[in-house]
């Protein structure tokens, strides 16, 4: 409490007094932004058996995302039918702007190719007599897409296989194109789950990964050989 102890003036008073006014005004303004929301969303068709909840397993936040609205993952997985929050990276905001963005038929999408060329998140490849003069992606102002751009700077640290792909590409090509190439393989995971309504398998990336150390072991082991080395593996005692 002495923390609380000081000099006020009738002006800081004055100035705190209007402050709280304006912030628990703002909040009410938020509270009844996120109710037209959720009205919103509960009128749009449920791909899901009306008794049938959301998934009990996977991340489950304690505390809830800042200006998340309440029962957000509910409702997204009511409308989408498949839980996007699965996904390394993806939070119920980023999921939720797709739905804003993109709404829950995903049908004009014929392929995840045609998904990833909406976003932006495919090379633009100029070819001039054969010759590849340049093959970055074309500048946007989608939302979605700045959304799963934003997802991929979640993943710097994650021990999943999309932060081993991050961290993999970052190193090979440096930040900005390490991002783009981790959103268009989200793009491409996402645009799976909606259109299969298949829940996020990690198993098939880990599968995944093992067939790259192994094709990377493989080809360690015949370098050595040609330099006239032998590898010898280790047991590596944790």
């Known amino acids: 409490m002495k923390s609380l102890v000081g000099d006020y003036r009738e002006e800081h008073l004055f100035t705190l007094r209007q402050s709280l006014k304006s912030y628990r005004h703002y909040q009410e303004l938020i509270q009844e932004v996120d109710l037209q929301v959720k009205q919103m969303m509960q009128r749009l068709p449920s791909k899901i058996p009306a008794e ?3 998934p009990k397993g996977g991340k489950i936040r304690r505390t809830p995302w800042r200006n998340e609205p309440p029962q957000l993952r509910s409702d997204l997985y009511r409308a989408f039918g498949v839980d996007l929050t699965e996904v390394p990276g993806i939070n119920s905001l980023t999921a939720q702007m797709l739905l804003t963005e993109i709404g829950p038929d995903w049908s004009r999408f014929p392929t995840a190719a045609a998904f990833c ?3 932006r998140l495919c090379p633009n490849p100029k070819i001039s007599g054969g010759q590849v003069l340049s093959s970055r992606t074309q500048p946007t102002k989608n ?7 934003m997802a991929t700077q979640g993943l710097h640290r994650s ?7 991050f961290r993999r590409m970052k190193a090979r090509m440096g930040a900005p ?5 981790t959103a268009h393989k989200l793009a491409r995971i996402i645009y799976h789950m909606v259109t299969t309504q298949q829940e996020y398998d990690a198993s098939v990336f880990q599968q995944q990964e093992q067939r790259r150390r192994l ?5 360690l082991l015949a370098q050595a050989r040609d330099l006239g080395f032998q590898l010898v593996p280790i047991n590596v005692v944790p």
């Open 52 to 54: 049938q909840g959301p």
């Open 117 to 119: 060329s909406w976003l």
């Open 143 to 149: 939302r979605a897409a700045l959304a799963l751009r």
């Open 159 to 165: 021990d999943s296989f999309l932060g081993d792909y």
């Open 177 to 181: 194109k390490a991002i783009t190439a």
């Open 215 to 219: 094709q990377k072991s493989a080809r």
